[in-house]
């Protein structure tokens, strides 16, 4: 591996970093070999699979296009120079882009070559647990440095903001998988980074903090006394859980003020969704390699929906164009639960309604999530994107809750070897009740569900589990109804 490149420390490197050829040789002399993360793909799936060279927009074949993104005073419809305070023209264009694909630059391919493909990888050992005769299959993305998902689209976002000649970046985190993986992305193209993560989730996920601090970014908990709008919230209720809603308000609010600096964010929006679909698009090839027909299922967790959206939209696309018939399943937790239980309204993204106002399904944007271990999952809105496509009926929901989750994730681990995150083990569970079905049934279905990570830094919360101390949490009736009064009326 070509040490020095990876390592590259400071703006003043930003120039060489972006112009670098696709492939290097290392100081010895040889050309770099696919990646271990490359090669176990193919060695676990069976399969031929390569990184995919163009991001998928499912609003480009969509019946019917989702509402616009609507300015948060004048409440019309977006323009590109709206958002400019907060992100750079390129990834302006992909937020409005109704292109069907969008090329992914060489040097997001350099960098994703560290760990894509990611392994598809079929849970024999689970379908024997279970005595089903469906075939279960999970797309692992724990293989990537931060462990999760949040690296594909975290490297583009940081090339594209360095490419704009961007100092630093700020976000949001809850449990630390998208702020860990921005500050992986930012150190490789010399951003600083500054990161809100989640109260309740800084204080459970202390190893979370230290990777971000590793790769070089500052870390706060959320509601902090560094913004505004995070004293605000203190004032009000200073021993607040925080909130991504709360989170993405102090990152926004910085963001906005600073010449210097733009926001990143890690979930929801179209650009996040569009890069999260190279995960798709290798499954497609994966099982075509296999020989295996297209799943009649599609699982994957739900917080924010960029990793369900990145294993959903390809087969979307494919069912849409009548190549394939899955049925696509979110799972999101009980105490959390936008799809099922949240309204289809215009709301802000955030808690202090600095955001564009967007069409999605939402708790309120003042809904505060009691503190579950699946930290990621605790966001009161639903992607724009995915609450449309769940409005056509294109896809269903469910809710469950967290002893469950980890009761699946218990089988999971003692069968497939993988600890997965808090977030997966919804899909996990979900995957599991599918498959104990069709042991019913006698059916042999093909179930596909998405691993976004490992729980390696999530252990506290199996400790929990495992004493016999987790409890299943829920979202009082009172309060949703008072977070939901506060829904803008547009």
């Not at 939402?362 to 639903?382: C, E, K, N, Q, S």
């Amino acid at each position: 591996m070509d040490t020095a490149y990876y390592t590259a420390a400071g703006p003043e490197q930003r120039a060489s970093l972006l112009c670098a050829p696709k492939h290097r040789v290392a100081a010895g002399g040889r050309t770099r070999s696919p990646s271990f993360a490359a090669r176990a793909s193919l060695k676990s799936s069976g399969a031929r699979a390569s990184i995919p060279k163009q991001w998928y927009n499912l609003v480009a074949d969509l019946p019917v296009k989702p509402p616009p993104q609507l300015h948060p005073q004048t409440h019309q419809p977006l323009v590109p120079s709206d958002l400019s305070p907060l992100f750079p023209d390129e990834l302006i264009r992909q937020e409005l882009t109704e292109e069907r694909f969008v090329d992914i630059p060489e040097e997001v391919i350099d960098v994703y070559e560290l760990w894509r493909p990611t392994p598809l990888i079929r849970a024999k050992r689970l379908e024997k647990l279970l005595g089903t005769p469906a075939k279960i299959y999970y797309k692992y993305e724990g293989t990537s440095p931060a462990g999760s998902h949040k690296a594909n689209t975290a490297v583009p976002q940081a090339w594209y903001n360095a490419a704009a000649g961007v100092r630093s970046v700020v976000t949001e985190t809850g449990a630390g998988q998208w702020g860990s993986a921005l500050s992986f992305a930012s150190s490789l193209f010399g951003l600083n980074c500054e990161v809100w993560q989640v109260r309740a989730s800084f204080d459970q996920k202390p190893y979370r903090r230290l990777m971000m601090e590793t790769w070089g970014a500052t870390v706060h908990p959320s509601p902090s006394e560094a913004t505004a709008a995070g004293r605000a919230i203190l004032a009000a209720d200073p021993s607040s859980p925080g909130s991504l809603g709360m989170a993405i308000s102090e990152a926004v609010e910085v963001a906005a003020t600073s010449a210097d600096t733009k926001y990143c964010l890690g979930s929801v929006l179209n650009h996040v969704l569009l890069h999260q679909t190279v995960i798709g698009e290798e499954c497609l090839e994966q099982l075509a390699a296999l020989g295996e027909a297209p799943p009649d299922v599609v699982i994957g967790c739900t917080g924010g929906g960029s990793n369900f959206g990145g294993l959903a939209f390809p087969f979307i696309r494919e069912k849409l164009a009548g190549r394939m018939s899955p049925e696509f399943r979110a799972v999101e937790p009980a105490a959390c639960p936008t799809l099922t239980k949240g309204v289809y309204a215009y709301d802000f993204g955030d808690t202090a309604g600095l955001t564009p106002l967007m069409k999605m399904h939402t708790l309120g944007h003042g809904f505060v999530p009691d503190p579950i271990h699946a930290g990621g999952l605790r966001y009161h809105g639903m992607a724009p994107l995915i609450s449309h496509v769940y409005e056509l009926g294109f896809m269903e929901a469910i809710a469950i809750q967290q002893t469950e989750c980890f009761q699946a994730a218990l089988q999971f681990a003692r069968t497939e070897g993988i600890i997965p995150a808090p977030e997966p083990t919804h899909a996990i569970a979900a995957a599991i009740r599918e498959a104990l079905e069709c042991k019913k049934t006698g059916e042999e279905k093909i179930i596909l569900m998405a691993m976004c990570g490992h729980g390696h830094f999530d252990l506290a919360s199996y400790e929990m589990y495992l004493r016999g101390d987790m409890v299943d949490l829920s979202h009082p009736a009172e309060k949703l109804e008072a977070s939901l009064a506060a829904v803008p009326k547009i």
